[in-house]
């Protein structure tokens, strides 16, 4: 169940109250008439099953609520309510497969902006990464997929290419971009100090790695990894039930790649370095295609639905 606190005028809280009482799945409605202050009117709160949020939502924003007053949404972990459970039961589909549109794009937002903190977590990731592919250590590698930050940015992309977001998708772009070529440059540095220091020598890039070698040898297995590895997270952070490791399958085709190509730069070998770089684009290009495919696919499903979020005006509730 969400729980929505909506603030609104009150020449528009008739025209608020017909749209909940309208969509199905609505339920625990409470008006307070005038109690608004800031901006001015009334507030309106209702439960609503998640299956039915998103039509919700976009009724709201149709009386540009939005935009005159205010529109807040929380999940609710737990309603000790008969009424709840029967207006999920009259919301069709699954709450785990629920697609909250608002939500999405917000939260690929702020996963997607370029602050000093998902540089540092990216070029860290990178740096860890190096270390292991330099010792053929896949406790490392796994290492740096869960420190990686760069879903966030390939969802934005996603998310603003379906709904025509244009400036959104270009700035997760430029995160995206400058978050990998901040931790190459970074991770480059970092690996001629670790040769200097002897930790790093240009044989261990050189010699047999086991379970490294892949990073820099695409084949047509890195794309179709890409594109699972798109699906789970997309799947992921459009589901109410996101799983944590997620980033981790996220990661495994991008940031080891990435380190790799800055190693290899370190010591010039162009050949580890463009297959390492051939293997980064590939993965990211995936992720998109794969992001972008998922989430048509997840408005085409949703929008067979749309006939049944709704109730004609004065028709009975079945609860």
């Known amino acids: ?40 009117g009334d507030i309106v709160m209702v439960d609503v099953a998640r299956e039915a949020g998103d039509e919700l939502l976009y009724g709201l924003r149709k009386l540009e609520i939005d935009k005159v007053g205010s529109i807040a949404v929380d999940d609710i972990g737990l309603s000790l309510s008969d009424r709840a459970g029967l207006a999920e039961e009259e919301a069709p589909g699954e709450a785990a497969d629920a697609v909250i549109w608002e939500q999405l794009t917000e939260t690929s937002q702020e996963e997607s902006t370029l602050t000093i903190t998902y540089a540092a977590l990216m070029i860290v990731a990178t740096m860890i990464a190096a270390c292991g592919v330099v010792l053929d250590n896949a406790v490392l590698i796994v290492g740096a997929m869960a420190v990686g930050p760069e879903f966030g940015p390939l969802a934005g992309i996603s998310t603003g290419l379906v709904r025509r977001e244009r400036r959104a998708a270009l700035r997760s772009l430029v995160a995206l971009l400058v978050g990998f070529a901040a931790a190459i440059a970074a991770t480059t540095l970092f690996s001629l100090v670790m040769d200097a220091f002897g930790l790093f020598r240009e044989g261990m890039l050189d010699a047999q790695r086991p379970n490294t ?22 799947v992921s952070m459009t589901s109410s039930k996101a799983g944590v490791l997620v980033g981790v399958a996220i990661s495994v085709t991008t940031v080891p790649a990435a380190a790799n190509a800055a190693v290899a730069l370190s010591y010039g070998d162009l050949v580890q370095m463009w297959g390492s770089a051939e293997q980064l684009l590939i993965n990211l290009g995936g992720i998109i295609v794969a992001g972008v495919l998922t989430l048509i696919g997840w408005k085409l499903l949703w929008r067979t639905q749309r006939g049944r979020m709704t109730r004609p005006p004065g028709a009975p509730r079945k609860f």
Not at 2 to 21: C, E, F
């Open 1 to 40: 169940m969400l729980h929505l606190r909506i603030i609104s005028p009150s020449v528009r809280t008739d025209a608020v109250l017909d749209l909940i009482d309208t969509t199905v799945g609505t339920t625990h409605l409470a008006v307070l008439k005038g109690a608004a202050r800031d901006p001015e």
């Open 213 to 234: 070698g892949f990073i820099f040898q695409p084949d047509p297995f890195s794309f179709v990894v890409a594109l699972l590895a798109g699906v789970a997270g997309v």
